[in-house]
């Protein structure tokens, strides 16, 4: 899947050349002088549209801007036979709830959990330039949800009743055109406006008719914060990674992307703690994909022996071009990577994300600066 | 994809020199509308509307479906438009241009937003049934003019069509064919009308029902929506070259008038169909309707 | 009508606490997409709107290059975010009125901007609404006109927009007209939305949707013209704001 706006990076073979060399050398020299490790400066703001639950803003350098607004609202559940194992004497008409009202409190806390759908959360992504059944949105969209999606625990919190459910509706614009990969933008932005998500809390109990408190001051964090202003848990973070040789690089630009051999999309979360748990935090690797690298696109250079201008001869037919190609590996002529990673490789990458004070830690912790 | 041939600089400059000179091409006043032929079909509903050379066809039907959950006690009223290539070698089919994005946003804005139609009467059992009205407008010639002429197509054979009479006793309701019970007009609130105004060097010169060089040599355009109570319906000035305000609140008197006019020829062009279709005075005695 | 609006005539204050002649906050900035030639953000009340400019470009591949007859061709997305209404809604594409408002917004500028200095290209306007509270139209050809202005894209005036309505469909003598209204009041009241071209009396956009007598009208009109020189003067202290700390962060 090659995200196709991406690959208009217009760089000859000498200059992709160029750039693969010094992002090979150890420690790789990267264009804007960053280390492997380290992300652009971002400027973030959350909370910034008064209409929506949550809502978030970042902007990197190049100036590729994403807004994520996110929305909730109430919904009737569907029906389900096997709601919970008391469920089915009552569940003809949400009306009588009266009868188990005694030990009503104890089981309320215990039916929110596995109750959540997936199709509570929907999740829709608008690039300019793209419609909304271009491959690019939908496979952005899937790679995000996929994320959120995977925890039981938001999916359980957008439970009300067993007759109503709050449906999140996450919105996200992508108001620059697709300059990088917009993969981290889209997932640090959605995970800015996760975070400042409120609902209304709950007046009514149990299966009434669900009444919410029209304070704003008492609405309550779709992802809880302790006393201490810590969160129990955050949402999941994607991150763009890619190789080049036995190097690994983190947020690569357009550039550089350009001449990556590998190119993997990591989504990690914070594991839930219990109040009292002082350790320190775990990660949790969600989902790994690669994406398709927009350097096989790449045009390829031609090396000193296939030049008829350098004294070569050029090649005959195209099998025998690629034939010639095969043989030659002369430094300096840009050749697109071919093939695949090295599972070894694959095991670094994941050890460097999830490690403790690891890449993903150190984002997190660079959000949790922007909070509100 | 096809495009429409543009006039030359000759032309362009001959039309706006003639203007300048109180001068129409085809010899109209500025003010004058293109002769105005309506034919009725044989079902009731069908207008076929000629303004000059530009031939729009209206069909009103109806029928019986369940409302809007969220507007229970309102039938539903639709007019779609379709541009067949028929009418200009630049329209093609399933493409949309902004000439047919406009004159439906138009006529969706001057007859169904303004209620000309009553929809609450359109309800047979609330949340239910009700009448389904849908209006098609067909373009079968187009020689500038597309949005009034269109606009007179629909109320005309609004007014024209009869729906279905309907008895509703508790949770039956009978539909009577058209032998059973002569069928009932359509209540109408009021008869919008849209007039189109054509403007030359700012505002200086101003035209009604441009025709279709008219139309591509103007600087902009102003369609305004009335009836003949003098109450605008919609006005709309995509842009164009600017005007003053007062020429603006001008082409409203102007379009009062013009309205009138038409509304009452609609009127006498009804009645006289009537007249037709009511061979041996009959439909006096067969109307189911009560007088009010 | 479901909306109580009758206070008004006890009060002479409308809902969010305006008197009939006060426009609601405006607050714009230019220049806030690095990425874009020309950008600015633009909040009337709750309308909260950003508008991107590219260009004048090439135009994109397939739709023919550029404009006829050597001029620039101006095209128009406007892109209504889910979240922006009260209501969480998803519009199709294609949606009639979002073409309607393109193209408004394409036939006020082509006619606005200086387009045969750039034949055979194409200006993209890109318009994304995050809020909605009224004045939809008149938001996004105020936010244009400055992110037009901020690509340095030569125009012939300030294109301002701005709304007005009447408290009343009637022709009764007690209707007072209405600056600058927000959605609420859009929904009950007529309104017609004016776009002036310079400081002038020129109109160059006049929409209205909504039924009223034609002697409310005048009113209407002369209140909104009066609007929009107000906005003209906000957007023009923008303007000069952006270039003043402009020319002074070059200095310095």
């Excluded at chain 1, 067993?162 to 933008?185: A, E, V």
């Excluded at chain 1, 299966?207 to 202003?229: C, H, N």
């Excluded at chain 1, 949402?235 to 190119?263: C, W």
């Excluded at chain 2, 293109?34 to 009103?60: H, M, P, S, Y």
Aim: charged fraction near 25%.
């Amino acid at each position: 899947m090659a995200p196709a706006a991406t690959s208009q990076v217009l760089l000859s073979p000498a200059e992709l050349s160029f750039l693969h060399s010094s992002l090979l050398l150890q420690p790789p020299v990267r264009p804007d002088g960053r280390a492997p490790n380290q992300f652009r400066p971002l400027v973030a703001e959350t909370d910034i549209l008064p209409g929506a639950n949550g809502s978030a803003r970042i902007c990197f350098p190049d100036g590729t801007e994403a807004i994520v607004g996110i929305k909730a609202e109430v919904e009737k559940s569907q029906w389900r036979a096997n709601l919970s194992e008391d469920g089915a004497h009552l569940g003809t008409g949400g009306g009588d709830v009266e009868m188990e009202e005694d030990g009503g409190k104890p089981q309320e806390e215990a039916s929110s959990h596995g109750n959540g759908e997936m199709s509570w959360i929907e999740l829709s992504i608008e690039i300019p330039g793209f419609r909304d059944d271009d491959p690019l949105p939908i496979f952005l969209a899937a790679m995000l949800s996929e994320g959120l999606l995977a925890g039981e625990e938001l999916k359980d919190r957008l439970w009300i009743n067993r007759r109503f459910h709050w449906k999140l509706y996450i919105d996200i614009l992508l108001l620059s055109p697709p300059l990088s990969y917009p993969l981290p933008l889209l997932s640090l932005t959605t995970h800015l406006a996760l975070l400042s998500s409120r609902i209304p809390k709950l007046k009514s109990e149990q299966d009434e008719d669900p009444l919410f408190d029209d304070d704003w001051e008492a609405s309550l964090y779709l992802y809880p914060k302790l006393p201490t202003g810590k969160r129990i848990d955050r949402p999941p973070i994607t991150l763009l990674v890619m190789a080049v040789g036995s190097n690994i690089i983190f947020d690569p630009s357009k550039e550089e992307l350009a001449v990556a051999e590998a190119v993997l999309a990591v989504s990690v979360r914070e594991s839930q703690r219990r109040e009292n748990d002082t350790s320190g935090r775990r990660l949790n690797l969600l989902s790994i994909r690669s994406v398709d690298s927009p350097s096989r696109l790449t045009p390829s250079g031609v090396p000193n022996t296939m030049n008829t201008a350098t004294g070569g001869s050029a090649p005959v037919s195209s099998q025998d071009a690629v034939a010639q190609r095969e043989s030659i590996d002369q430094k300096g002529v840009w050749n697109p990577p071919r093939g695949g990673v090295k599972r070894a490789l694959i095991t670094r990458i994941i050890k460097l994300v999830l490690e403790p004070n690891g890449v993903a830690q150190e984002v997190m912790d660079g959000l949790n600066g922007v909070e509100v | 994809m096809p495009r429409e041939a543009e006039p030359s600089l000759n032309e362009r400059e001959f039309i706006h020199q003639a203007l300048r000179e109180q001068t129409r091409i085809d010899g109209r006043a500025l003010d004058a509308f293109r002769e105005l032929r309506l034919q009725f079909g044989d079902e009731r509903g069908v207008v076929d509307v000629r303004l000059g050379k530009t031939r729009v066809i209206a069909r009103i039907s109806a029928e019986v479906v369940a409302p809007y959950p969220d507007r229970k006690f309102d039938g539903i009223f639709t007019i779609t438009t379709e541009f067949s290539p028929m009418a200009s070698p630049a329209f093609e089919v399933g493409r949309y241009t902004s000439d047919e994005i406009i004159l439906s946003r138009i006529l969706e804005k001057a007859i169904r937003r303004s209620s000309a139609i009553d929809t609450e009467s359109l309800c047979i059992i609330a949340g239910l049934k009700c009448f389904f009205i849908r209006a098609d407008v067909h373009i079968i010639d187009h020689d500038g003019g597309l949005v009034d002429a269109s606009c007179i197509a629909v109320m005309t054979a609004l007014q024209h069509f009869r729906r279905p009479d309907v008895s509703v006793e508790g949770e039956n309701v009978t539909i009577y064919s058209l032998r059973e019970r002569e069928p009932v007009p359509l209540s109408m609130l009021h008869h919008p009308l849209c007039i189109t105004f054509s403007y030359y060097d700012s505002g200086e010169i101003v035209l009604v029902d441009a025709n279709r060089l008219e139309e591509q040599t103007r600087e902009g355009e102003v369609i305004i929506a009335m009836n003949m109570h003098g109450e605008v319906c919609q006005i709309s000035k995509f842009g164009g070259t600017p005007v003053d305000a007062l020429v603006l609140l001008n082409c409203t008197n102007v379009a009062l008038k013009k309205v009138q006019t038409i509304t009452k020829f609609i009127q006498r062009q009804l009645e006289e169909d009537m007249r037709k279709r009511d061979v041996g005075g009959l439909m006096a005695e067969l109307s189911a309707e009560n007088e009010r | 009508m479901p909306l109580d609006t009758s206070t008004y005539a006890l009060s002479l204050l409308r809902l969010d606490g305006r008197r009939w002649n006060e426009l609601r906050r405006i607050h714009a900035q230019i220049s806030t997409q690095a990425a874009a030639d020309g950008s600015a953000y633009l909040e009337m009340g709750n309308t909260k709107v950003i508008c991107t400019v590219s260009g004048p470009s090439e135009g994109r591949r397939g739709q023919g290059q550029g404009g006829e007859g050597g001029k620039a061709r101006i095209e128009v997305e406007v892109n209504l975010a889910g979240f922006a209404g009260v209501e969480r809604k998803k519009r199709a594409r294609g949606d009639r009125r979002i073409a309607e408002l393109q193209h408004t917004l394409t036939q006020a500028y082509t006619s606005t901007l200086l387009t045969h200095l750039y034949p055979h290209s194409t200006i993209l306007i890109t318009l994304h609404i995050l809020s909605l509270d009224g004045s939809l139209l008149a938001a996004t050809l105020n936010a244009a006109t400055l992110a037009l202005i901020d690509a340095g894209i030569p125009m012939s005036n300030y294109l301002v927009a701005c709304t007005a309505g009447s408290t009343s469909f009637e022709e009764s003598d007690n209707a007072d007209p209405l600056l600058d209204l927000n959605g609420q009041e859009e929904q009950e009241l007529p309104f017609v939305t004016v776009g002036i071209l310079g400081d002038g009396d020129k109109v160059s956009v006049l929409v209205m949707e909504s039924r009223v007598q034609m002697s409310r009208l005048e009113t209407m009109l002369v209140v909104a013209v009066d609007g929009c020189k107000r906005v003209r003067e906000i957007l023009d202290g923008v303007v000069r704001e952006h270039g003043r700390n402009m020319v002074e962060g070059a200095v310095g």
